[in-house]
């Protein structure tokens, strides 16, 4: 039987007001024999049979779910799911066509389909919903261990704990393995997000670029309270997709040189750019991947661009595809964390775009339009244009969402990530600020060595394809390696298995283990050698 440790690390995570509630509540509140188990649910949500299907709601509120299986065979696999909106949306095309209501529900799998394969081997799952939506960090940290100690007190036969998650769930899962050894015996964060800090701030400066060159009416950030705040927000989704909507018209119509939207209020020397060389430069210079589920960054179609659409047109394209939700994530996540920390969060006031163009000025030259075109735009974006205002954060409300919990990289599992190269949201700089503290904390002697193992998934070199008149086409399935979490099944069952035969042993897959693993996955590698850029954040 797996003994549940409640450390001081989980105390240390959590709020003030979490922990009054938690200690004083945990011993009598939410017992495991209060569970509703039933084998009708299960086979109903999951088409699992022989399986009983456990639902609960903890003290918190967080409704959860642990499943199973008649034949277990001893390992129970928590899963931490992403980030979800905090708010109810109303119809809004690409971010909720049908509108959206705040979802509480639980997982138990990263899919239904995942699910069910894995009761099927005989594993038992669980997973909370969270009370609490957003960047919930703190609360998904608690919800999962209250799961953990639900489970293993209603089924004693557990032995051995493995946990999961994708995105702020990766992240989540991470932290409640270095914040409480002993609590689970391996963890696989996949498509890994770092920080609110860091993932927003992404977000956030190509966000503001958008509002800058595009449309400075969309307020980005210093949402009011109560309902104008909501309405500010949901407003700013509406200009935000307007936005895009007219760069995407205007690049289809000319992609050599496209027009400038009609609600930019920059000058006429700027717009002289083609505005798709603006586009590209913010992702450039905020870190959006230049890879997108259409555009690979190096296709042409055949004819008289063959050449020049690989290098100064589809990257601006992808930047383009990936961006929309990067900017709609940003509009949401400063509005989230504003109300979270009680204060502007996002922070541009010192930050030097030219230097976070670096090199990357020279790579993508032609689809910057050059080096005169490209110090125009820099120039305007600098904190010395009038024109362009900087963001200047609450150190009270910074310091509050660095209170939720950041990496520290102290491993005492066996670790495995699962990270896409291209991944817009998450990009594989937050997996390598893993590897680096992980690295540091080997060499502090805080960690042993040999138990992260990092699995990268890559798009082809080439995959963009076009129709006979040379318009890319999107493709009906998303691009492996490209988008957000964007793996396939069986990806993601290869990392089950190593995860939970990690759980069992005690020890990470070795190098051997993981090639045989990947072999037929033409989109995985590992290379010890590879360093994926970090975040333009912490360059």
């Not at 995570?13 to 009598?28: C, D, E, G, W």
């Not at 022989?50 to 034949?71: H, N, R, W």
């Not at 905020?286 to 690989?310: A, R, Y």
Request: net charge neutral.
């Amino acid at each position: 039987m797996k003994n549940l440790k409640i450390t001081r690390g989980l105390v240390a995570l959590t709020s003030a007001a979490l922990i009054a509630t938690f200690a004083v509540a945990l011993p009598t509140a939410a017992r495991a024999d209060d569970l509703t188990c039933s084998t009708t649910a299960a086979a109903s949500k999951y088409g699992a049979f022989d399986t009983s299907l456990c639902s609960g709601v903890d003290q918190f509120g967080a409704k959860y779910e642990i499943a199973m299986p008649k034949k277990f065979n001893g390992t129970f696999i928590v899963y931490s799911h992403g980030i979800r909106k905090n708010t109810n949306l109303p119809p809004l095309p690409v971010v909720a066509p049908k509108g959206y209501v705040v979802d509480n529900s639980p997982q138990i799998a990263p899919t239904d389909e995942i699910a069910l394969s894995l009761l099927k081997q005989g594993f038992a799952l669980g997973g909370s919903g969270v009370q609490t939506q957003g960047w919930n960090l703190q609360e998904q940290v608690l919800a999962t261990t209250i799961v953990i100690d639900q489970a293993i007190t209603k089924f004693p036969k557990i032995d051995h704990v493995a946990a999961w998650g994708n995105s702020l769930g990766a992240l989540s899962t991470q932290l409640l393995a270095e914040q409480n050894p002993g609590l689970v015996d391996a963890v696989a964060p996949m498509c890994l997000a770092e920080s609110a800090l860091a993932e927003f701030t992404m977000a956030g400066d190509f966000l503001w670029g958008v509002k800058t060159l595009f449309d400075p009416t969309i307020k980005a950030t210093g949402y009011s309270t109560g309902m104008t705040g909501y309405t500010e927000m949901v407003t700013d989704i509406g200009k935000v997709l307007t936005v895009f909507g007219t760069l995407s018209a205007a690049i289809k119509a000319n992609p050599t040189a496209p027009a400038w939207p009609a609600s930019s209020t920059a000058p006429a020397a700027l717009k002289a750019i083609p505005v798709r060389s603006a586009v590209l430069l913010l992702g450039l210079i905020s870190g959006i991947s230049t890879q997108s589920s259409t555009f690979d960054s190096s296709s042409g179609p055949k004819g008289p661009l063959e050449t020049s659409f690989g290098l100064a047109i589809s990257p601006a394209l992808a930047v383009l595809e990936n961006g929309a939700e990067a900017a709609v994530l940003a509009v949401v996540g400063n509005y989230d964390m504003e109300l979270r920390a009680g204060g502007v969060v996002f922070d541009n006031s010192k930050t030097n775009y030219a230097a976070r163009l670096g090199d990357d000025g020279d790579i993508y030259a032609a689809g910057l339009t050059g080096k005169t075109a490209t110090a125009g735009m820099l120039g305007y974006l600098s904190a010395l244009n009038p024109a362009a205002p900087r963001v200047t954060a609450d150190p009270n409300a910074v310091a509050r969402i660095k209170a939720l919990g950041e990496i520290e990289g102290t491993i005492t599992v066996p670790t495995i990530t699962m990270t896409a190269t291209a991944d817009h949201v998450t990009p594989p700089g937050a997996t390598q600020y893993l590897i680096n503290k992980y690295k540091a904390s080997v060499a502090n002697k805080q960690s042993k060595p040999g138990l992260l193992v990092n699995i990268w998934n890559k798009p082809a070199d080439e995959y963009t394809t076009f129709d006979a008149a040379g318009v890319p086409q999107t493709p009906a399935t998303p691009t492996n390696g490209t988008q957000h979490c964007n793996y396939t099944e069986s990806q993601v069952m290869l990392v089950a298995k190593l995860l939970t035969d990690a759980a069992k042993s005690g020890n990470a897959p070795t190098n051997k283990t993981v090639l045989a693993a990947i072999k037929r996955q033409p989109r995985l590698f590992v290379d010890p050698n590879y360093v994926a850029p970090l975040f333009k954040y912490r360059q």
